[in-house]
């Protein structure tokens, strides 16, 4: 059982390494993201510093949710999902181990590229690393919570759109406490708690959510 | 191994339409059994619901006097599934799918062996081909390879194992059913290609063109 | 006295249960409505801070407790659907959702027009608002996901799972809304502290509620028989009425 995860996570990472154009978009997309906002409400670095983590973290939010498309798309086309389903592994297993293929793939760059893009908000040192590690905890749960919503779209007219909308509010949570990390840091008071609760609701959505996602393939693929 | 395969008073509703009700057969080791009917009558359907991907309207499905739906993975172990799409990765050499087909249904397997599977389908010296540059019968001929390494599986579920494949890779598939069925697997296809496969018990049950 | 639950699971025996479900709590709930609201703007007191403004809460306050009470009415009908694997159960869940969606509709525009005389704003970003509006796009998430699948089972299991998921996280919205809101306070003074209630007040309140529920009810029942007719149109009962209903 083992072995046919690891050949999962490993066939995600290798179709990935072969695919490479599709990790870049994403990470563009990120970088463009945060470029605009500056564009969008002036340069005054006053403002930029307070609005940093916040605009990091939405940003980071639209560039996962713009790769969750495809995480079951292209297994479903070719019906390498359908044997994945009928295979003696549980499915759920199987999604989990998917989903972290596709959170190192799309999540884990924008995370590392955070720094960066951070410094041209000017946002001070010791903030930046509260805010990785907010990013770290976060960018995961967001692709598990969202993998129940690719699952639940499959195939469907629209998907893209429709996504976004079951999947935002349910990571609204999410955004309010991994900026708040940030934020809470900024205002003197340590953002230990909020990356307290993002490791917490990373457990429960590691836990809980490929279940539901397993679940929603199932009824998917009827 | 056992094979106990039970299908109980089924129905499936698509659309508006009754594809077939009230449906039922048995499939033992050592019996091969196919379905018939037009376009549309229900065949691919009905195989699914063998497998469990699809619920049935009514009835239900047993494997060893269990319902499949709850049997799952215990159940999942002993199918071999392949569906009209060969599941393969173009990206992927023929090979690379062929052991991640295997590593996915439980099945240990090393280079040696699948490099033998693919001969045996006629796709020798072409392991190491990425999918995408495969003709299309030699990428059926890839996913059939799996039947070469399925001997685990008790029941084999084929929809349409026949189709775009030449006479000497239809002569293959013809042979390694046979010889599963004669090693007491069962053998549950749909063909809209007449070939006769030697088997202990060989039945026959045609879909109607809908009810209803 | 044992009632048989499972007589009216199947759409045949509820939709005439239905029907005069439907009328009696229709009724019920113009003449809740009327007494609500003759209460509310004509008896109840003035406020002493808000003035005569503060009246919109008598819409508001009922509207957003029936949008969050529909919400898990329309789980637990998704929960019963997904268990026991009746479509009853997913028809009523898809009924639901419109009328929860117009319940959290009437909330937020009402939240919005009793925001402008009392804070200057059209639009305050308090807890109860925003829960509101996220509430909204879960209902919206829910009907467009059903909309976008054409087979209906597949329809409502979806939406089940969907509405299912969405239940657990409402607590978790609201009160990280809430927290978000009190880090961010600021200036803005919370739109949730109503005023004082007078007795008069709270009981056209708790009139204006019973009247939104059984409209709600009503609402529910009628929409539920509109999908029954549709989804059942291939049986015998569903022609059966729509020959009667047509002579």
């Keep these: 059982m083992i072995a046919a995860l690891r050949c999962v996570i490993q066939r995600d990472l290798l179709l990935a390494a072969r695919r490479s154009s599709d990790v870049m978009t994403v990470v563009l997309f990120f970088v463009i993201v945060v470029s605009l906002f500056p564009l969008g409400i002036g340069p005054e670095p006053k403002l930029l510093r307070t609005v940093a983590p916040g605009v990091l973290w939405v940003a980071a939010l639209l560039a996962s949710m713009l790769a969750l498309g495809r995480v079951f798309a292209s297994d479903h086309a070719d019906g390498t999902l359908e044997q994945m389903m009928l295979g003696a592994t549980p499915l759920g297993l199987i999604v989990a181990a998917k989903v972290f293929a596709h959170w190192f793939v799309t999540g884990l760059p924008l995370v590392l590229i955070s720094p960066v893009l951070a410094l041209q908000f000017d946002l001070p040192q010791e903030l930046l690393g509260v805010l990785v590690v907010s990013l770290a905890l976060g960018t995961p749960v967001l692709s598990f919570i969202g993998a129940i919503g690719a699952a639940l779209t499959l195939g469907l007219r629209g998907a893209g759109a429709l996504l976004a909308l079951l999947v935002l509010p349910l990571y609204v949570p999410v955004l309010i406490i991994g900026a708040g990390a940030a934020e809470a840091a900024a205002a003197g008071l340590g953002g230990s708690a909020q990356l307290l609760i993002l490791g917490a609701m990373l457990i429960v959505a590691a836990a809980f959510a490929p279940w539901a996602a397993a679940a929603a393939l199932r009824i998917s693929v009827e | 191994m056992q094979t106990s395969l039970e299908a109980i008073d089924l129905r499936c509703v698509r659309g508006e339409r009754s594809l077939f009700q009230g449906l039922s057969f048995t499939l033992k080791g050592g019996e091969l059994l196919r379905i018939g009917g037009p376009n549309g009558s229900g065949k691919t359907s009905l195989l699914r619901i063998t497998c469990g991907l699809l619920e049935p309207d009514q009835g239900e499905v047993r494997w060893g006097g269990e319902s499949v739906r709850r049997l799952k993975e215990e159940f999942w172990a002993r199918l071999l599934y392949l569906g009209h799409a060969n599941a393969l990765k173009d990206d992927l050499t023929a090979s690379e799918n062929l052991k991640i087909a295997c590593a996915l249904a439980g099945v240990v397997v090393d280079a040696r062996r699948v490099t033998e599977a693919l001969a045996r389908l006629g796709l020798a010296g072409r392991e190491n081909l990425p999918a995408r540059v495969l003709s299309q019968g030699q990428r059926r001929r890839v996913a059939l390879a799996r039947l070469a390494l399925g001997e685990a599986a008790a029941l084999w579920v084929l929809d349409e194992p026949f189709t775009a494949l030449d006479a000497a890779a239809v002569e293959d598939v013809r042979s390694l059913i046979a010889g599963h069925v004669s090693r007491g697997g069962g053998v549950l296809y749909t063909t809209h290609h007449e070939v006769s496969i030697a088997a202990a018990v060989s039945r026959r049950i045609d879909l109607g063109g809908g009810q209803g | ?247």
Excluded at chain 3, 144 to 167: E, H, M, N, S, T
């Design chain 3, 1 to 247: 006295m044992s009632i048989n639950w499972f007589k009216y699971s199947s759409p045949q025996t509820f939709f005439p249960l239905a029907g005069k479900l439907a009328l009696v709590f229709g009724a019920l709930a113009v003449a809740a409505c009327a007494v609500g609201l003759y209460l509310g703007f004509f008896v109840a007191p003035t406020d002493a801070q808000q003035g005569e403004s503060y009246r919109i809460i008598f819409i508001h306050v009922p509207a957003a407790w029936m949008s969050m009470f529909l919400y898990v009415v329309m789980a637990f009908w998704a929960a019963i659907g997904l268990a026991f694997n009746t479509r009853l159960s997913g028809m009523m869940a898809s009924a639901t959702a419109p009328t929860g969606a117009l319940f959290t509709f009437i909330a937020l525009w009402t939240g919005s027009l009793w925001g402008k005389p009392a804070w200057g704003t059209w639009w305050v970003w308090d807890a109860r608002l925003t829960s509101e509006l996220i509430l909204l796009f879960l209902y919206f998430g829910f009907m467009a996901l059903q909309a976008a699948i054409d087979d209906p089972r597949r329809a409502d299991k979806a939406g089940a799972l969907i509405a299912l998921v969405g239940v657990i996280n409402v607590p978790i919205i609201y009160f990280s809304v809430k927290w978000w809101n009190t880090l961010h306070q600021g200036a803005s003074v919370s739109l949730t502290k109503s005023p004082t209630m007078a007795a008069t007040m709270l009981t056209a309140m708790l009139v204006m509620i019973f009247g939104f529920w059984f409209y709600g009810i009503a609402a529910v029942l009628l929409r539920a028989r509109c999908i029954m007719l549709e989804r059942e149109r291939g049986t015998e009962w569903a022609v059966q009425y729509a020959k009667e209903a047509v002579a």
